[in-house]
């Protein structure tokens, strides 16, 4: 048994760990064959990356995917701790299998992902969920064949967390979500520690893989078809820092953006790390795509420097404008948090004069959500929850004003857009633009999803576009 700790999760040296090929043991593949699992997965990118190795190594055990976890003889939840809800979400989840396993005794449950990396959770699970079977983290997730074998075996709840990370494992398997655009995982992990944010201790110390094996990853979806492709990380700017004394993520960037790929992304970016390197090359590449989430969390200069992000209003508009002026079209998106310990009004009105300037393209907002063992945990918090909600409801208002005013701009006007789907009414489309917006679209032919297609924008809207397809 390993059980997760936050003062070693904190911990950042050297890199001392290698990378290693991963190798299925021959002994239990297929071993499940005729079994079925469900897998649920909360929170971000990073996580739905996870699952699409974590459901080839179920399949490689032989059980085969369902999509109601009541036709499952394993469910497996790929959890988020980022704010409170997605972890009340999770133990919804286990309350209703409680009750599933009293009808079904031999179901096997297990929880694995960012909640498994918190010891309070693993300590709630070992005393009020006896019934589930096993437990493991975000650093050893290739263990899963053997953990859920070794859970079945001993009939005895296995949990199996290592509080800090361990080889860098190359190879694992890999069943995509989709054939035509993927996630590429570029960094793992993050060494910010914004005081609100449990990430860190759930992702450990920053490590880039290879850019060899990144470069042969893309090369394989390119072989096989793909359109687009994500480069992943928490914090994408800080790849090759921690391996390299000059390969940054432009030169990555770069190095893909020459392959045949007509569409790369990268999220995400914190505004600190952002160099004018990153931003010549997005500007200097067509397949690089316009689109740059670039979270503020605050317009505040005070509560950025009591959220620990290491930039000020001021240095943020100017990296602002800058990527603005050297990418043409760009849609930037942001993230932002009220109600941070100690926020006032005042600080908040710098938080809506921030985006009224800055005129987003899309905003996810979130109320402040305390993070046990975060620093800003321990912060005084005066300012009511109605209040903070009030905050919230007032941001939105303007947020989605300029989403509709850029959404309009847009009237007119022709994009590209690759295709993700068909919709119910009959020629019709839908998928997303360059500058990553929602477009539904109509088209008099027959048209295969994956494929990019131009479309011209006939009306706008707050969460999309309206357009139809031109030759
Ligand atoms: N690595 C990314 C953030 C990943 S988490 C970055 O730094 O940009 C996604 C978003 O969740 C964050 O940008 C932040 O806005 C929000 N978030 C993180 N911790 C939070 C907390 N404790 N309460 C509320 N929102 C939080
Ligand atoms: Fe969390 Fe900050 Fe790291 Fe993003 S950069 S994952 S917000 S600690
Ligand atoms: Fe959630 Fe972990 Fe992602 S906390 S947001 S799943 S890195």
Known sequence: MHLPDYKEARTRDKREYKRVEYSFSDDIKNKYIGKKFHLKTYGCQMNEHDSENIEALLIALGFSKVDDYLDADLVLLNTCSIRENAHNKAFGMLGRLKHRKQEKKDLIVGLCGCMAQEASVVEEIMRDYKFVNFVFGTHNMYQLPEIIDRAIEENKQQIEVYSREGDLVEGLPVVRANNYKAYVNIIY???????????????????????????????????????????????????????????????????????????????????????????????????????????????????????????????????????????????????????????????????????????YDNAFTFIFSKREGTPACKLDDPVSLKEKEERLQRLNEVVNKYFLENNKKLEGKVVPVLVEGVSDKKNMYFGYSDTNKLINFESDREIEVGSIVNVEITSAKTWSLDGREVK
């Open 189 to 359: 992990g993050c060494n910010k520690f914004c005081t609100y944010c449990i990430v860190p201790y759930t992702r450990g110390m920053e490590r880039s893989r290879e850019k060899e094996d990144i470069l042969k990853e893309v090369d394989e979806l390119i072989k096989d078809g793909y359109k687009e492709i994500t480069l992943l990380g928490q914090n994408v700017n800080a790849y090759g820092k921690d391996l390299y004394d000059d390969y940054t993520l432009g030169d990555l960037l770069e190095e893909i953006a020459l392959k045949d790929i007509p569409r790369v992304r990268f999220m995400t970016s914190h505004p600190w790390d952002f160099t004018d390197r990153m931003i010549e090359v997005i500007g200097k590449y067509k397949n690089i795509m316009p689109s740059v989430h670039l979270p503020v969390q605050s317009g505040s200069s005070r509560i950025l420097k009591l959220m620990g992000r290491r930039y000020t209003k001021e240095s943020y508009l100017e990296l602002f404008n800058k990527i603005k002026e050297v990418v043409p079209g760009v849609s930037i998106s942001t993230d932002i948090i009220v109600g941070f310990p100690g926020e006032t009004e005042e600080d908040f009105l710098e938080t809506l004069d921030l985006v009224n300037k800055c005129k």
